[in-house]
């Protein structure tokens, strides 16, 4: 049975209508981002994310555990990062947000 990430609710369900990869490919199920928000000067924040919300050109997005691999340019806005110790909201000017394999890392000043 495979796992797959509810669109609705952002839940991780096992869904026995998707084949399910063989044992040799199977990478460990994870629930959590390593984010890392940087500039050439100054780590804002480095370590793990429940999600990571930003704004690009088309608008406001999230990103989830399992989220599929993506670059995108920022717009002016807060990112906000959902950590196990709660929020944390950082004001940016814009910048490069990385998505693969469950790591997040934000670009800013460039």
Do not use: C
């Amino acid at each position: 049975m495979a796992i797959r990430q509810d669109a609705s609710t952002g839940q991780l369900v096992e869904d026995s209508s998707i084949a399910a990869e063989p044992a040799a490919r199977t990478k460990k199920v994870r629930d959590r981002l390593m984010v890392k928000v940087w500039s050439p000067f100054k780590v804002y924040f480095d370590g793990e994310a429940k999600s990571v919300s930003g704004v690009n050109a088309t608008g406001p997005f999230d990103v989830l555990p399992r989220h599929h691999s993506f670059i995108s340019l920022l717009s002016a806005s807060d990112l906000m990062l959902r950590t196990m110790q709660g929020d944390v909201r950082i004001r940016i000017s814009g910048g490069v947000m990385q998505v693969h394999e469950d790591v997040v890392t934000v670009f800013l000043e460039v």
